[in-house]
């Protein structure tokens, strides 16, 4: 069953409320799903509490629904500092908007994602160096293979860089509009068009999101 620990809601940039959401999720047989709104100091404590007032009630249709947030153009060195309070507001599962190709991002970002344990998935992190991929093994952080069409250019980029240290890989949809969201085979396919392997496919698809939630759903 499909679990997606990336997915957004009109709480940041997304089109749903964050019940529709997961009653989509629910309906298109998902597992588990993390709402993972953008966030930076302005909106961190409204977006965390706003989203926990549904997952109740999501809960209902037997879908585990984590509380999140997606870090997004913080300075770099800043990006510790909002992570400890991420964690302290009670986020299980922190992304980092990584260094895509399509946006401004401050260089910087993806060293600084990987460098810290309290993350749990580097998002779309573009032309990441060897060199950050060896720090997000050694730390725990999932590189994110993305199906959002804006940031999936550098997948086999990443695909590849993960491969050759041993860094975990994770698939997400990056949800913004119910069109974004992904089922199972439509998840295998991406990660298979990045170059994973069958076995390498199942890990991001499955393994590593059920080993995120088994880890972070304790909080």
Known sequence: MRIDLHMHTLLSDGELLPIELARRCAVRGHKAIAFTDHVALSTLDRVLDEASRDIPLAREWNLEVLNGVEITHVPAKKIDMVVSKARKLGA??????????????????????????????????GFITVEEAELAKKNGVALEITSRSSHNKTNGHVAKIARQVGAKMVLDSDTHSPGDIIDEQTAMIIARAAGLTDDEAHRACYETPEEIVKRRSLF
């Open 92 to 125: 299980q599962i922190v992304v980092i908007h990584g260094e895509t190709i399509s946006e401004p991002v401050e260089k910087g970002t993806n060293l600084a994602a990987v460098s810290n344990p309290e993350i749990d998935i580097l998002a779309h992190p």
